[in-house]
């Protein structure tokens, strides 16, 4: 339904929206002047940010990378805290892959936006620095599966991270 000015209520949905980094970064855009105009809004934003996560079985992939890119452009950015992201370690969502997916593109924006350290402090900050091979299902938490789950040029460098934390 249209309102008055003629936009369309799904026009600044993330679902909605064209799987195009300009395009994902304006719905971020939106989110940041709003959260920045109403500072009430922080606190619950990063409960349903968490709450979106736990959720993620009821997303088809396309809507699950979309989401997961707003997150990245979110929390590299400082709109929410990455204590959000420890829903990530659910059992349900590990069992499935969803949590290593998720955070695959997650962590790909993020380091396309900022640098390891800037993503290496946010984890730090919120104590799951030294959890991410439980992002992994159990019986595949070894460094061997770590860096075949995150395997590409922009991840390189959560693999050297995680290796030194091993060490």
């Given at each position: 339904a249209a309102n008055d000015n003629g936009i369309t209520r799904c026009e600044f949905c993330v679902f909605a929206a064209a799987d195009e980094p300009a395009i994902l970064r304006s719905r971020y855009e939106?989110?940041?002047?709003l959260l920045r105009r109403y500072k009430y809004l922080e606190k619950s934003f990063d409960e349903e940010l968490s709450k979106l996560i736990k959720?993620?079985?009821g997303?088809?992939?396309?809507?699950r990378t979309k989401l997961a890119k707003v997150f990245g452009y979110c929390l590299s950015n400082?709109?929410?805290?990455?204590?959000?992201i420890s829903s990530l370690f659910e059992?349900?969502?590990?069992k499935d892959g969803l949590s290593v997916d998720f955070a695959r593109t997650l962590f790909q924006v993020w380091l396309q936006e900022k640098d390891i350290q800037s993503l290496s402090a946010a984890l730090k900050r919120a104590g799951l620095d030294s959890?991410?091979?439980?992002?992994?299902?159990?019986?595949?938490?070894t460094m061997e599966h770590f860096e075949s789950s995150f395997r590409g040029p922009d991840l390189q460098p959560i693999i050297?991270?995680?290796r030194l934390k091993q060490s």
């Open positions: 939106v989110l940041f002047k959720f993620l079985r997303f088809n992939t396309g809507e400082g709109v929410g805290s990455c204590a959000c059992e349900h969502l590990v959890k991410l091979m439980e992002l992994l299902p159990i019986n595949k938490r050297e991270f995680q």
